[in-house]
T-cell receptor
Framework: SQELEQSPQSLIVQEGKNLTINCTSS?????LYWYKQKYGEGLIFLMM?????EEKSHEKITAKLDEKKQQSSLHITASQPSHAGIYLC???????????FGTGTRLKVLA | GAVVSQHPSRVICKSGTSVKIECRSL??????MFWYRQFPKQSLMLMAT?????????EQGVEKDKFLINHASLTLSTLTVTSAHPEDSSFYIC?????????????FGAGSRLTVL
């Protein structure tokens, strides 16, 4: 069955530091999506990657998808307390919007 | 942009009662809606997929009679937790896709936290 592995599971960084979160699939994906979730709340869409080698940036967050479309990384530059939350990678493995999600990475940014 | 509204955001009920959670697409027609469940400190688990006007497709291990899903219109899907028990306490999130929503992107509701006493 399709699985998404995310690492690290949790991360505590000092404000201003850079960090990277990884998401790995055992199969080639139709699309890879990054969401942010604040504790006990809904999901906020961050970025969508569909092409092998694709890279997108929004403000201080950059996401990349490898050529094989099996691995993605999310990089935050100069982290801020507002970046704290749970980052989830989601994948559409069949092109039907039937997403599966990674286990999430809990990020805490210390001021 | 596409907006999905979920209601109620929090609900507390007694064991044995039924609870209904609504998921509405506010500015687009949601041909497909998905219901997820999230346990504390865990990721989202897909429960079922519902298409407007047809029966929901449940994931393996999800009890159809326990979690009733109705998708009667292009803007509304409901999840009813029947005869709720404390182990049904969880965070339930819906998402939707359809014409007028972001292409290839699911839009999520804000979630509903169910506590069964």
């Amino acid at each position: 069955s399709q699985e998404l592995e995310q690492s690290p599971q949790s991360l505590i960084v000092q404000e201003g530091k850079n960090l990277t979160i990884n998401c790995t699939s055992s199969k080639t994906l139709y699309g890879l999506y990054w969401y942010k979730q604040k504790y006990g709340e809904g999901l906020i869409f961050l970025m969508m990657l569909q092409k092998g080698g694709e890279e997108k940036s929004h403000e201080k967050i950059t996401a990349k998808l490898d050529e094989k479309k099996q691995q993605s990384s999310l990089h935050i530059t100069a982290s801020q307390p507002s970046h704290a939350g749970i980052y989830l990678c989601g994948a559409d493995a069949s092109g039907t919007y039937k997403y599966i999600f990674g286990t999430g990475t809990r990020l805490k940014v210390l001021a | 942009g596409a907006v999905v509204s979920q209601h109620p955001s929090r609900v507390i009920c007694k064991s044995g009662t039924s609870v209904k959670i609504e998921c509405r697409s506010l500015d687009f027609q949601a041909t497909t809606m998905f219901w997820y469940r999230q346990f504390p400190k865990q990721s989202l688990m897909l429960m079922a997929t519902s298409n407007e006007g047809s029966k929901a497709t449940y994931e393996q291990g999800v009890e159809k009679d326990k979690f009733l899903i109705n998708h009667a219109s292009l803007t509304l899907s409901t999840l009813t937790v029947t005869s709720a028990h404390p182990e049904d306490s969880s965070f339930y999130i819906c998402s939707a896709s359809g014409q007028g929503a972001g292409a290839n992107v699911l839009t999520f509701g804000a979630g509903s936290r169910l506590t069964v006493l």
